[in-house]
């Protein structure tokens, strides 16, 4: 047998203990922050993302979207580190693998791999990820230098290296600089 149970104006409150263990955490939190020295201006929330064995990080500021990789079309004539092209929702995206930008041998591409969409006012771009990872926050004054492997020029797209071992990549240079811009003039 159904019956309704009647009403009633009766408000649940957290009783003093459950509001004093709460502050007490809140308080042991904030404290442990400012202990390690990390102040919000140095702070980065980053998107942890892997491509093979690399593990790389990014301004979760510049990412827009993850899709997969699925109807990617490759151009001919345009620099190795350029994939091709995607469409995501009617616009045209181009597909970087910055593998093959810093010259690190790359695998083959998997039904499981994703882009992870970047942009940044007007210019939108997308890099490849082999995996998705968590958000995390990185103190920009742990980063130590990173040198790349080939071009030593290459260094000016990455933020640095991570205590972790993530390098942290510069959304806003990989989105801006001419060297990843391909127009008439760099076409191959």
Not at 43 to 53: A, F, P
Not at 153 to 175: H, I
Request: hydrophobic share 40%; net charge negative; aromatic share 4%.
């Amino acid at each position: 047998m159904r019956t309704k149970l009647p009403t009633t104006d009766i408000t649940i409150t957290p009783g003093f203990h459950e509001t004093s263990v709460l502050k007490a955490r809140a308080d042991r939190l904030a404290r442990e922050h400012i202990q390690h020295g990390a102040s919000s201006d140095s702070m980065l929330s980053v998107l942890e993302i892997g491509l093979g064995r690399e593990r790389y990080a990014l301004d979760t500021h510049y990412i827009r979207e993850v899709h997969s990789v699925a109807g990617l079309t490759p151009i001919p004539c345009t620099p190795d580190f350029i994939l091709g092209v995607v469409s995501i929702r009617g616009r045209i995206c181009s597909v970087m693998d910055v593998r093959r930008l810093f010259g690190i041998p790359s695998g083959l591409l998997t039904d499981a791999d994703k882009i992870i969409l970047l942009h940044d006012g007007e210019m939108e771009s997308s890099i490849l990820a082999s995996t998705v990872g968590m958000v995390k926050n990185i103190d920009m004054k742990t980063l130590s230098p990173w040198k790349p492997p080939g071009d030593e020029s290459m260094v000016r797209f990455v933020e640095g290296l991570s205590p972790e071992g993530l390098l942290v990549l510069s959304a806003k240079t990989l989105l801006n600089d001419e060297y990843v811009m391909v127009n008439e003039d760099t076409l191959l």
